[in-house]
C-alpha cells in the first residue's frame, strides 16, 4: 500500500484510517459519529466506555490503540484530541 492514510466515507460521514501494521485502523470517534448521528461523538465515546467499564468491567481504551491521524486543521493528532 503506497498511502499510509485515506479518508473514506461512510453514508456521506468522513472517517479517517491509516495503514498500521499491514491492516488499516479506522478512526472510534469518526465511526461512532457516522453510525449514531451524536452531535457529539468524543462524549459518546466518553460516556460509553463508563458504562461498559461499571456494567461488564471491561475497559475498552485496553483494545482500542490511539495512533496519530490527520485532524480537521490539517495536523497530525490522536482522535479525540481538541485543537489548542
Not at 49 to 58: A, L, P, Q, W
Request: hydrophobic content about 35%; charged content about 30%.
Amino acid at each position: 500500500m503506497n498511502q499510509s492514510s485515506k479518508l473514506i466515507l461512510f453514508q456521506s460521514k468522513h472517517i479517517r484510517r491509516i495503514w498500521h501494521h499491514d491492516e488499516w485502523w479506522f478512526s472510534v470517534i469518526d465511526v461512532i459519529g457516522a453510525l449514531t448521528d451524536s452531535e457529539n461523538s468524543r462524549d459518546y465515546w466518553y460516556k460509553m466506555k463508563i458504562r461498559v467499564k461499571e456494567d461488564d468491567g471491561f475497559e475498552p481504551s485496553t483494545v482500542c490503540r490511539q495512533l496519530k491521524m490527520k485532524a480537521i486543521d490539517g495536523k497530525q493528532k490522536f482522535p479525540g484530541q481538541l485543537s489548542a
